[in-house]
């Protein structure tokens, strides 16, 4: 089989090797497992080494198919991506007609791109992956909406499964709902349940943007120690908002209680899941946000703002906390799993268990029943 991924993702070429963000390769390289050959159309730059959260493609026969960027966040580069475009479509074409199999990888401006270009396929076998929030009433940029409109389109989308976070009402029969998981069956460990005497650690895990807004849990950190709770926070991850958090950090005296971790690598995220009590993230918008995924397996208890399938992650809040994206409810939450122990550890049980149903092994036989249709 051969196997067309078409993608947003920038990819990075260091000696023979080629690579790009961590999660999404590790999920890539279990696609390519069960294909001959590989191609795959996507930015990509050439660098010496990789950085923490970047690991390379496995596979023995794979070739990137390199488009440029497009960008739409101002008008001047609007109007130099919009000359890339013919370019671009003409690349995807010309990919589409010699593959067996075409992988969309959305939403994004080369997700959109892909899935008007695979109008012209009605034949060919195609899988989708919405990594966003396919949430019908969630607010998102226009481009999302007519993606989500043409793969939720029977007619314009034939022979096509679409992957999506969470289950929803009023979709086509080719919409399956889906997860996404980081760990191996032979990774699981037995974890006891962690205290919540002593030093309560918290942790952030993501980008350092203004959709994941970290900083409302940085201010959540300076609120319970106002309060007089001995709380420490890691945050693990980059991203434009970093400046602004750590002017933050400066303006309050918390350097003693927050670490900025930057990227980091699995293993050492597994340790900081491992030993943080809550994980806090208020995002604006997710897909199936691994992080939460991850802190449940390691007895980690989310609490969350109630975005995308996040609410039937954490079954309504008997797997973790449903806020509000402000600095009281955050806090107020977190107050009350200190007075009353037993909760968060009901809680934090009924998580752990759930979580531990979604391994990298079952996430492969489902690919494996995909690519056999």
């Not at 590989?38 to 990789?50: F, H």
């Not at 909406?145 to 929803?168: D, E, P």
């Not at 995002?283 to 939460?292: D, L, R, V, Y």
């Amino acid at each position: 089989m051969r196997f067309l991924i078409i993608t947003h993702v920038l990819h990075k070429k260091s000696g023979v090797n080629y690579a790009g963000y961590a999660p999404y390769i590790q999920e890539m390289n279990l696609w390519l497992k069960h294909v001959d050959a590989v191609e795959i159309i996507a930015p990509l730059i050439e660098r010496e080494g990789l950085s923490p959260i970047d690991i390379p493609y496995k596979h023995d026969d794979l070739s990137i198919n390199k488009i440029p960027q497009v960008e739409f966040t101002s008008i001047q580069k609007a109007i130099i991506s919009f000359f890339k475009l013919p370019i671009i479509l003409l690349t995807i074409f010309k990919a589409c007609k010699k593959a067996d199999h075409i992988h969309l990888r959305c939403p994004g401006n080369i997700g959109l791109l892909g899935s008007l270009v695979q109008i012209c396929f009605p034949k060919k076998i195609k899988t989708a992956k919405y990594a966003g929030n396919w949430d019908p009433k969630s607010k998102q940029p226009l481009s999302y909406k007519v993606q989500k409109w043409i793969l939720n389109n029977t007619f314009l989308t034939r022979r096509m499964t679409v992957l999506v976070y969470g289950k929803w009402n009023n979709h086509t029969h080719n919409i399956k709902s889906f997860f996404t998981a980081s760990y191996l069956e032979s990774e699981k460990e037995s974890i006891n349940t962690k205290s919540l005497n002593g030093t309560l650690n918290l942790l952030f895990v993501g980008t350092l943007s203004e959709g994941k807004q970290p900083l409302l849990t940085v201010k959540g950190i300076n609120e319970l120690i106002k309060l007089d709770y001995n709380v420490y926070l890691d945050i693990y991850g980059e991203g434009p908002q970093r400046n602004i958090i750590e002017d933050y950090i400066s303006k309050n005296n918390l350097s003693k209680h927050i670490t900025l971790h930057g990227n980091k690598d699995k293993a050492t995220l597994k340790n900081a899941y491992q030993k943080a009590h809550f994980l806090v993230i208020m995002s604006k918008s997710e897909g199936w946000p691994k992080a939460i995924a991850e802190a449940m397996f390691w007895k980690c208890l989310p609490v969350s703002t109630a975005v995308s399938c996040v609410p039937e992650m954490l079954d309504m809040g008997s797997r973790g906390s449903l806020v509000q994206d402000n600095v009281h409810a955050t806090v107020k939450e977190i107050e009350n799993y200190i007075k009353d122990e037993a909760l968060y550890a009901s809680k934090i049980e009924n998580a752990f268990n759930w979580s531990r149903q979604y391994t990298l092994n079952r996430f492969d036989n489902e690919i494996k029943d995909l690519l056999k249709k």
